[in-house]
């Protein structure tokens, strides 16, 4: 007959299925009625009463709950002795009971202190009873498959999972005899959690017949650490295939354990600190990875300048003597919401010269303080809430770390502990010097991209337009958001440079690379750009002599013949990542509508009509600035007054998730939603078309172009004769006094007549006049001929020589710009309006 224990009434185990039993299965108790088992409270009231107490003592639990278990006891205690022991404190010794009956019983007993949930504690009493189990001889234990082991713990386990035996090395490990075990369940002699597991594998063995293995960790009272064991569980069966019961062996593996638990601590912090460039990220990274294997409370503290500090002393140097001053950059506890904090993350506190924390910075060495006394005003001086907390949530071992870094002092790190109760010693100390260590070269490493970093991106905002210039081409917005990416800030560039005869060259561009070297490159390019733009350049001529500027820039950047051929080589690499470019010129004329363009490998801009369509022009791409060599084609479209012109880099259509075609299309899209400003379409532009994260720099013009008005242009075309100077003189005075300008009329007859005497006499025909009515007051010449004027200063007795020094101190600016049927020469005179 086979009972509820899976043995049989043989002593063989049935056959069950392999695997651990669930964790929520009942204990394996078979007898339980031969175990006598009382709890007694603090106040030494009796609270459970088992069955087998009623058998030792004949008292039912009826009687004895709710009452003080000393009336029990037949004269004093014996005194009490507290034995370090794997789980907790325990007591074992012979006292005197009264029986129900009246007569009295000498009783072993053994009882363990335990803690119970919600504050205070009890005291589990537990005795075998007598005739439970008998001591087996040498014989029996051979008889049962049990061979005495020399260097281990072992001990025997009959059917009932009742302990039989011991050897010396048991005895040894649970600090009892065999008598004092005898006859008791292993998680009653034990009375802890993780032996509970044990006895449930126990059971397995009895029901499977095939052996397990468990691994155990307890806190061992007295000790200053966790316990390791390895426990190897068998059945023992005796020459006939009998099953009489389960053997365990138990090897102490703490030092295994715990070095496996540096090693993994170590593994985690090499994978989990310095997955980022940034230092408050990097520092929580260090503060989540030491909670909760390793302390109970970890702060990172950081000098307050630490991102452009290159010494610790720099940023405390103006601190009182004596006094830190840290900001609190990350923290991490194992109780929700960091309760123990007295800080924010980003606030800032001071140190006083006595704690642990200053004097781990004042000497750069780690500070340990393995038993800490919360009443010492060392820690709490400096913040009114820091001894509350130390003392409400028994801060009992403290270590603080220094955060060194290539010669620097960055800051300390504090590890905590208060739940768990062990301290903190030597060999955790090494263990946090290492994982700070590494800790501190990876805030470094943030410290240092962030201030190249941000140096690279105030140089970039140096170097674009903050604002763009008053003209009346087009409206215009821009947005430039640089990379969020490990490369840092790249190159990208956007402009608006007003031209003569009203019309505007808008420009984006982008170098390759990316940091300070990038954004110094695009710095010379734009200043190019401009440079070019102010003489009027066509923008396929434009570009040719930028490209010609690249490829110098090259040149110059190339390695000195006595570099090391290594070195050359690297250099040349950097070379070529860091001069390549790309450009889109464009110039618009309001008064023509045409809009003219040239691309170096760039993206073709998007037009967007007045009616909403959206196009993309073919503009031939070209080559990429500094290839050299190919030349580069201009295209002219025809735009619509009120036409939307969308000039961007590639990081706004283009990345590493998203490739050029996506990213037209979502640009297509978004441009087809109607918007109330220009600043509005920048917004939703960067709000929808780039990925979540992108990974380049975009740079974004947008320019809605306007049409000037006819009425404000006049224009005539003139004969090659030196009597119609006069004429055109009269024909600017009449249209003047049409614009109601009069008291400019007087300049511009002077400027008119000028230009147009230089126009007949040294030019050839046709020769056309135009005015012009924007912020200022524009006059041109045009004529066939290709030779420019050149300012020079007339000698004394020269007859000519002086008509452009007159026109050049009469007017704000003049020039020249050569077109495909000759030349235009122009002069801007301010307008008093």
Same mark, same amino acid.
């Given at each position: ?30 007898? !339980? ?7 007694? *409270? ?180 007295? !000790? ?92 405390? !140097? ?94 300390? %790190? ?265 600043? !509005? ?11 979540? *994260? ?132 122009? %002069? ?6």
């Amino acid at each position: 007959m086979v009972d509820d224990t899976g043995v049989d009434d043989t002593g063989v185990g049935r056959t069950h299925s392999d695997g651990d039993p669930p964790p929520d299965a009942p204990l394996h108790v078979p007898g !339980e009625e031969l175990t006598a088992r009382a709890v007694v *409270d603090e106040h030494g009231t009796v609270t459970e009463w088992n069955e087998g107490a009623r058998r030792l003592l004949g008292h039912p639990a009826a009687e004895i709950v709710g009452r003080p278990a000393a009336g029990l006891v037949d004269g004093e205690i014996p005194g009490e002795t507290l034995r370090r022991l794997p789980g907790l404190p325990r007591w074992t010794g012979t006292v005197r009971l009264r029986h129900r009956d009246g007569h009295v019983e000498e009783v072993r007993l053994l009882a363990h202190h335990r803690t119970v949930e919600g504050g205070g504690s009890d005291w589990l009493v537990l005795s075998a009873l007598a005739g439970a189990v008998s001591a087996p001889d040498s014989d029996e234990l051979a008889a049962w498959g049990f061979r005495q082991a020399s260097c281990c713990s072992m001990e025997l386990y009959d059917t009932r999972l009742r302990l039989v035996h011991a050897n010396r090395f048991a005895e040894r490990a649970m600090n009892l005899g065999e008598e004092e075990m005898r006859g008791l369940r292993h998680a009653e002699i034990m009375a802890h959690p993780e032996f509970d597991r044990v006895e449930r594998r126990m059971a397995e063995v009895m029901r499977t017949g095939r052996p397990q293995d468990v691994e155990v960790q307890v806190r061992v009272a007295g !000790e200053p650490r966790r316990q390791a064991w390895s426990l190897s569980l068998f059945p023992l069966t005796d020459e006939h295939g009998v099953l009489r019961g389960v053997g365990l062996s138990a090897h102490d593996r703490t030092d295994q354990y715990w070095a496996h638990q540096r090693l993994h601590l170590l593994s985690d912090a090499g994978a989990r600190i310095g997955s980022t460039l940034d230092v408050t990220l990097t520092a929580q990274e260090l503060a989540d990875v030491a909670v909760p294997g390793f302390a109970d409370f970890v702060t990172v503290e950081l000098l307050p300048d630490v991102e452009r500090a290159e010494a610790g002393e720099a940023a405390y !140097e103006h601190a009182p003597a004596g006094v830190f001053r840290l900001r609190r950059a990350a923290q991490q506890s194992v109780l929700p919401g960091v309760t123990e904090a007295v800080l924010r993350p980003g606030e800032v506190d001071s140190w006083p010269a006595d704690s642990p924390t200053a004097q781990c910075l004042a000497t750069g060495r780690a500070v340990l303080r393995a038993e800490f006394d919360p009443w010492s005003a060392d820690w709490w001086a400096g913040h009114p809430g820091r001894l509350a907390a130390v003392r409400a949530f028994g801060i009992h071992s403290v270590m603080a770390v220094p955060l060194n870094a290539r010669g620097h002092t960055l800051g300390v %790190a504090v590890f905590v502990r208060h739940q768990r109760p062990e301290s903190f010693g030597e060999a955790d100390l090494l263990l946090a010097e290492e994982i700070t260590a590494r800790a501190a070269v990876c805030i470094d490493n943030a410290r240092r991209y962030t201030r190249e970093r941000d140096t690279a991106l105030t140089l970039q905002r140096t170097l674009l337009p903050q604002r763009l210039p008053a003209q009346a081409a087009v409206e215009a917005a821009f947005r430039y958001l640089p990379s969020d990416t490990l490369a840092g800030v790249g190159g990208d560039w956007f402009d608006l440079i007003p031209l003569s005869g009203a019309r505007v060259a808008l420009v984006v561009g982008d170098v390759v690379g990316h940091g300070i070297q990038a954004s110094a490159i695009m710095g010379r390019l734009r200043t190019a750009v401009r440079t070019l733009a102010d003489i009027d350049l066509p923008p396929d001529e434009l570009l040719t002599h930028l490209d010609d500027l690249v490829i110098r820039l090259s040149v110059d950047a190339a390695p000195e013949d006595d570099v090391p051929p290594d070195r050359a080589t690297e250099m040349a690499t950097e070379m070529a990542a860091g001069l390549g470019a790309t450009c889109l010129y464009a110039v618009y004329d309001p008064v023509s509508r045409a809009c003219t363009l040239a691309s170096a490998g760039h993206p073709a801009p998007a037009v967007v009509g007045p009616a909403g369509d959206v196009a993309f022009p073919d503009v031939p791409p070209g080559p990429p600035l500094g290839l050299g060599g190919v030349p580069f084609e201009t295209t002219e479209i025809v735009l619509a007054e009120g036409s939307l012109l969308v000039l961007y880099t590639d990081g706004l259509v283009e990345s590493r998730e998203q490739d050029l075609d996506e990213g037209t299309v979502r640009l297509r899209r978004a441009l087809a939603r109607p918007a109330a400003s220009l600043d !509005e379409v920048c917004d939703a532009l960067l709000a929808s078309v780039p990925p979540e *994260d992108p990974g380049d720099d975009i740079a974004l013009l947008l320019a809605r172009t306007r049409v000037f008005d006819p009425g404000r242009v006049a224009s005539w075309d003139l004969p090659a004769d030196p009597s119609v100077v006069s004429r055109a003189r009269r024909l600017v005075t009449a249209r003047l006094d049409a614009w109601d300008l009069p008291e400019v009329s007087f300049v511009a007859e002077l400027v008119v007549s000028e230009l147009v005497t230089n126009a007949i006499r040294h030019a050839e025909p046709p020769i056309r006049l135009r005015l012009l009515r924007d912020r200022r007051l524009i006059c041109e010449v045009s004529d066939a001929s290709d030779t420019a004027p050149h300012l020079r200063r007339a000698r004394t007795y020269d007859e000519g020589g002086r008509g452009l020094l007159l026109v050049a101190q009469l007017s704000r600016a003049w020039g020249t710009r050569h077109t495909g049927t000759g030349k235009t020469i122009w %002069a801007s005179l301010s307008l008093d309006e």
